[in-house]
């Protein structure tokens, strides 16, 4: 029996420029990953973006795609991570 | 529904107050390695080490991937070698063989340290647990990733003094075999009273033999994170004080909880225990000390620590029990000298004596720890303290230890490096009135009266 599909968590973080949720949006949609919601809020003065993605039809594994988003993050001055919901939903949920 | 805030909370944790798993540490029984003939049973010991943890490197690394969670070390604990040396090993040397197969093992799989070359001797010691111990200083210098321990003691059996006699020679003859190293193998060294048979630090990590056949167990971190978090009520009252260690506590904690189900489910290896400790490291804002300072000492060794100490820990337990479903190990915080720079600095301004440190382990996670101290300390002088520490654990029924690094050639005033994760530590002043008389008596100091509980 397979572990229920875990949800991945985007987070998007730095100085807000034009067409972050489009570059980011456009490599998911490449890859077969449907996004969910999106919330965006400025920080301490940073941008910061989060989504709530299903990756459980996604064309690439985990790693590689946490890969990826991390250097379209460089390439824009942005920090990316991909990281599985649990460790919020465990941490901030009795 | 996961709220913005909440995952800009845990991400400002692990990135900026250096939240982290601080060790996934497998414990592995070697129990059926056994062999009378020392080339089959290193044979064994190598197959078994390298088959069972043979993954845990990759799939430590596929879980920090995951979740975006630094797991500092991964690590191995194995049943106390003494034990399973016995018909193979008839004299020390046979026995550093093993601990050469262990470091073979702990270098295959890719692990930073091994812990378990270690004998329990708390009322006495058989022929095979002395040829273990005797084998210590050649086998620490002969190796790079093994560590050792030797519990001389316990609530139950009281503390066996010929142990505590023959450690404090050890000591000196592991700081005299590695002396060109700063005497680091000290620092993979540790003597306990009461050690736990489930602990997943080093450098006294054992797999006791009340374990199943292997197990994961996990040691969470974080003093950053419980420093921040008291930054926020800084002047207010005890109660907001304690509420806070104890809400943070459980936060760190169920990010331990959360590895370790993960890494045991990977592994298809039993989950064993969350240890709740906070363990620091030389990095700066990674510090015990400094929480303590937060709480509103000029430094620490300032009257007030042992209470600020005692409180930490306390809270630290309380709020991280309820987020696993086991805890055991040590589960307190650690207060070594070299490995938190906050501790250093305390000692380097002359605020923070063995004698203090001594009193912190009363209400501490362990004992004296990573210690540097002067290498013409004689032998009964190491074993006196040790006898101290045991002395504490074995009356208030909790673990206690001891890590000195006698440093060859150094004297107080001097500092040594011991590099990475060990840090390095000014060599600190011990009281040097004779207790060779005291330590030369052998024998064993009986049970206190309160361990008669059946």
């Known amino acids: ?94 | 529904m996961i709220n913005i805030f909440e995952v800009y909370e845990t991400n400002k944790m692990i990135e900026q107050e250096q939240l982290d798993v601080r060790t996934i540490t497998m414990g592995i029984s070697l129990l059926d390695c056994c062999d009378a003939d020392l080339d089959t049973l290193t044979r064994n010991i190598y197959d078994k080490i390298t088959r069972t943890a043979r993954d845990l490197v990759s799939v430590g690394r596929e879980i920090e991937r995951e979740y975006g969670i630094p797991i500092v070390n991964k690590r191995i604990s194995v049943t106390p070698v003494a034990l399973i040396g016995g018909r193979a090993c008839t004299c020390p040397e046979d026995f550093v063989a093993i601990a050469r197969t262990l470091d073979a093992a702990a270098k295959a799989t890719g692990v930073n340290f091994l812990g378990g070359y270690s004998a329990l001797v708390s009322k006495g010691m058989t022929a095979t647990d002395e040829h273990l111990i005797r084998s210590i200083p050649m086998a620490l210098a002969s190796t790079e990733r093994v560590c050792s321990s030797v519990n001389i003691g316990s609530t139950r059996t009281g503390i066996n003094m010929d142990a505590v006699k023959l450690m404090g020679e050890i000591v000196k003859e592991t700081a005299e075999a590695t002396r060109d190293d700063s005497s680091l193998g000290c620092a993979k060294l540790v003597v306990f009273c009461n050690a736990p048979d489930d602990n997943p630090f080093m450098a006294g990590a054992f797999h006791g033999v009340t374990e199943a056949d292997a197990v994961i167990n996990v040691g969470v971190s974080g003093p950053g994170v419980v420093k921040r978090a008291l930054e926020e009520v800084r002047g207010e009252n005890f109660e907001v004080l304690c509420e806070t260690v104890k809400k943070t506590a459980f936060k760190v904690t169920r990010v331990g909880q959360l590895v370790a189900q993960e890494a045991s489910q990977k592994l298809g290896v039993p989950f064993g225990i969350v240890d709740l400790s906070l363990a620091p490291t030389p990095a700066v804002g990674d510090s015990v000390a400094e929480i303590l300072e937060e709480m509103g000492l000029a430094s620490v060794g300032a009257p007030g620590t042992t209470a600020a100490l005692a409180l930490l820990n306390d809270q630290v337990k309380k709020g991280g029990v309820m987020a696993s479903s086991f805890v055991g190990g040590l589960s307190g915080a650690f207060i070594p000298v070299s490995e938190d720079q906050g501790m250093i600095d305390a000692v380097c301004r002359g605020a923070l004596s063995i004698e203090k440190l001594e009193a912190m382990t009363c209400v501490c996670s362990v004992g004296l720890d990573m210690i540097a101290i002067p290498g013409a300390t004689s032998a009964a002088t190491i074993a006196g303290i040790i006898a101290d520490e045991a002395a504490i654990g074995m009356i208030n029924q909790k673990t206690t230890a001891v890590r000195l690094i006698p440093v060859v050639g150094r004297d107080v005033g001097d500092t040594v490096e011991f590099g990475g994760l060990l840090g390095y530590a000014p060599v600190q002043q011990v009281n040097t009135f004779s207790c060779e008389d005291f330590i030369n008596r052998g024998g064993r100091i009986p049970a206190p009266i309160h361990s008669f509980k059946n």
């Open chain 1, 1 to 94: 029996m397979s572990a229920p599909i875990k949800k991945t968590i985007i987070t998007v973080v730095g100085k807000d420029t034009v067409g972050i949720i489009a570059k980011v949006c456009t490599y998911l949609a490449d890859n077969d990953v449907n996004v969910e919601d999106i919330s965006q809020t400025i920080i301490q003065g940073f941008f910061n973006m989060m989504m709530i993605v299903d990756t459980s039809r996604s064309s690439k594994p985990f790693g590689e795609m946490a890969g990826d988003l991390e250097r379209i993050g460089e390439e824009m001055g942005l920090k990316i991570r991909c990281q599985h919901e649990d460790i919020f939903t465990r941490m901030h949920r009795i």
